[in-house]
């Protein structure tokens, strides 16, 4: 599966914004669905993972309550909105896939990063 991430941008702290990440194939739905993100000179870390079905999710601490991910199997589309932005949310934002469970790390397929940049 390939993946296409986009809708980053710069935005003021306490904003909001939505990422979207749109992948090829047609088994896109048997895939669990993640977003990652990694901050200058900070490791890549998780952020938040959506089922195959999006029944369930799977969040980060450091945004829970803030930021929602969602799918749309028909669309081969997986969405990240996120609120009450901070600075420290600044970072390149991945999305990737897999075939396990939805808290695992372990992801097979990346996009490439879209910016996301906070100012306070």
């Known amino acids: 599966v390939q993946l296409q991430a986009s809708g980053g941008g710069l935005v003021q702290a306490g904003g909001s914004l939505r990422l979207s990440c749109a992948a090829s194939g047609r088994t896109f739905s048997s895939y669990t669905m993640g977003w990652f993100r990694q901050a200058p000179g900070k490791e890549r870390e998780f952020v938040a993972a959506?089922?195959?079905?999006?029944?369930?999710?799977y969040y980060a601490d450091s945004v829970k309550g803030r930021f929602i991910i969602s799918r749309d199997n028909a669309k081969n589309t997986v969405y990240l909105q996120m609120n009450s932005l901070r600075s420290e949310d600044t970072a390149v934002y991945y999305c990737a896939a897999n075939q396990k469970d939805l808290r695992s790390l372990e992801y097979d397929y990346w996009g490439q990063g879209t910016q996301v940049t906070v100012s306070s």
């Open positions: 959506i089922s195959w079905s999006g029944g369930r999710t």
